[in-house]
């Protein structure tokens, strides 16, 4: 078990308990230029991306936009979403804090979807384990997803 840092009371043992909730999806069907629009808004570095199910598709980041389209010169407005969400992994929401950092460690990733009972529920980034994580097992963290 994992102590929330500078709280020793409070014991950290779930992804629900350190996620940020009520996280916002972009539809697959929006443009870039609204996905963008809405990172800004939203002062976020990505998205889950939503179908008409309301499910998790997928996520798309600002390094996508950038990269992959910006870059090779795409018309923004003309390009969906749903084109250029990257394969996305997630825990649930009652998975160990220990399973969400191997998730994230195990793929590299620095934010990752909360889903409860098939729905996205929240997202835990590199912020809120700075926050609930002892800084030695952070900088283990950090170490292992940038290597």
């Given at each position: 078990?994992?102590?929330?840092?500078?709280?020793?009371?409070?014991?950290?043992?779930?992804?629900?308990?350190?996620?940020?909730?009520?996280?916002?999806?972009?539809?697959?069907?929006?443009?870039?230029?609204?996905?963008?629009?809405?990172?800004?808004?939203l002062?976020?570095?990505?998205?889950?991306?939503?179908?008409k199910?309301?499910?998790?598709?997928?996520?798309?980041?600002?390094?996508?936009?950038?990269?992959r389209?910006?870059?090779?010169?795409?018309?923004?407005?003309?390009?969906?979403?749903?084109?250029f969400?990257?394969?996305?992994?997630?825990?649930?929401?009652?998975?160990?804090?220990?399973?969400?950092?191997?998730?994230?460690?195990?793929?590299?990733?620095?934010?990752?979807?909360?889903?409860?009972?098939?729905?996205?529920?929240?997202?835990?980034?590199?912020?809120?384990?700075?926050?609930?994580?002892?800084?030695h097992?952070?900088?283990?963290f950090?170490?292992?997803?940038?290597?």
């Amino acid at each position: 078990m994992l102590v929330a840092q500078g709280r020793k009371e409070e014991v950290v043992t779930t992804a629900r308990e350190i996620m940020h909730p009520g996280v916002q999806c972009v539809d697959e069907d929006a443009n870039l230029v609204e996905a963008a629009r809405m990172m800004r808004d939203l002062d976020v570095g990505s998205l889950p991306i939503c179908g008409k199910d309301d499910r998790l598709h997928g996520i798309i980041t600002d390094r996508d936009i950038v990269i992959r389209a910006v870059a090779a010169g795409l018309d923004l407005a003309a390009t969906r979403v749903g084109e250029f969400g990257c394969h996305v992994h997630w825990v649930n929401a009652s998975d160990s804090l220990a399973q969400v950092l191997r998730t994230m460690e195990d793929n590299q990733i620095r934010r990752v979807p909360v889903i409860d009972e098939h729905r996205l529920v929240g997202m835990v980034s590199e912020a809120d384990l700075a926050r609930h994580l002892p800084e030695h097992e952070l900088a283990s963290f950090v170490e292992r997803v940038y290597a």
